[in-house]
């Protein structure tokens, strides 16, 4: 399944859970589109659709369906948080202790400046019908929001205006991932997409994967040393910035979704179907482990005490490395 089909048929599959629907929520007065109606407030928004997790200073925030952003100390209480808008998220970005970013659908762009406690939209273009997957900023001013078919979407006075850009050869596949690296810009997705730029976007390098399908995410896993996975269980690893890819061998064939770090050396990929893979340090090659469930795992940080919290289809999910 290709990522943004994934991500968009997520987005309708607890349509039902929510104890107030968004039409009754605001009467009859509602914008034509999601990105101009406030966030719908859920009892459970913990268990709610979440599509990305992230922590800065001491919380995490998860983000989602109908606008759900929420927050948490403890990874095990969560407080909603008020939301202009009620598009799914699809990602969340700290580019500093104060300023975090939200992207979703209807192309729509979140901005806070004080830490996550309140958002402002700053963008919003539903009639594209090209969600955004994913931003990063590579230094305080300047960033990049990227999408479905090859929107990109470029920043450079701090998120007050953005300006779309075009990427070489008419591009036009779906962008799921982004990722700053020194001086690097990196973008993966559809049909094996990579590409590379070191002056800030003013010109992008087209590189092929070796293999062809959807990737669906990016990480930085060493200062020198790049890990893309998508599709079919498919990962590679680069030591070059992305020149040459070494396949690393999994067990599955299921999508791989979601990628985190391990302090001690070793990392962590999430997918479809519960699929939660570890490698240490010692061992370079990944373990399946049991995880309780064959929902879809999308992203997840570590805590303190060594535990994932996951998100997917079924919330927040806390999970213990062995």
Known sequence: MDFLKFKNSLSYLLAGFFAVSPLGSYGENVSEFPSQRPAITAPLADKALLLDITKSGDNYFAAGEWGIVIRSEDGENWQQMPVPSQATLTAIYFSDANTAWLVGHDAVILKSSDAGESWEIVYAAPEKESPLLDIVFYDAC????????????????????????????????????????????????????????????????????????????????????????????????????????????????????????????????????????????????????????????????????????????RGVNRFSLK
């Not at 596949?173 to 997409?193: C, K, P, Q, Y």
């Not at 959807?214 to 690893?237: K, P």
Request: proline content about 2%; overall charge negative.
């Open 142 to 313: 300047c960033g990049f929001a990227v999408g479905a078919y090859g929107l990109m979407l470029e920043t450079k006075d701090h998120g007050l205006s953005w300006q779309e850009r075009t990427l070489p050869d008419e591009f036009d596949r779906h962008i799921n991932a982004a990722l700053v690296m020194d001086e690097w810009l990196f973008l993966v997705g559809e049909s094996g997409t990579f590409l590379r730029s070191n002056n800030h976007g003013e010109t992008w390098e087209t590189l092929h994967l070796p293999y062809g399908g959807s990737m669906f995410g990016l990480s930085q896993t060493t200062d020198s040393e790049l890990i893309t996975f998508g599709l079919r269980g498919q990962v590679y690893r680069s030591s070059d910035f992305g020149t040459n890819w070494e396949k690393e061998p999994v067990s599955v064939i299921n999508g791989l979704m979601g990628h985190v770090q391990l302090a001690d050396g070793g990392s962590v990929l999430l997918g479809q179907g519960g699929v939660v893979l570890q490698k240490t340090a010692q061992n370079k090659n990944y373990k399946k482990l049991e995880f309780p469930g064959f929902h879809d795992l999308v992203a997840s940080v570590v805590t303190e005490k060594n535990e994932l919290l996951i998100v997917g289809t």
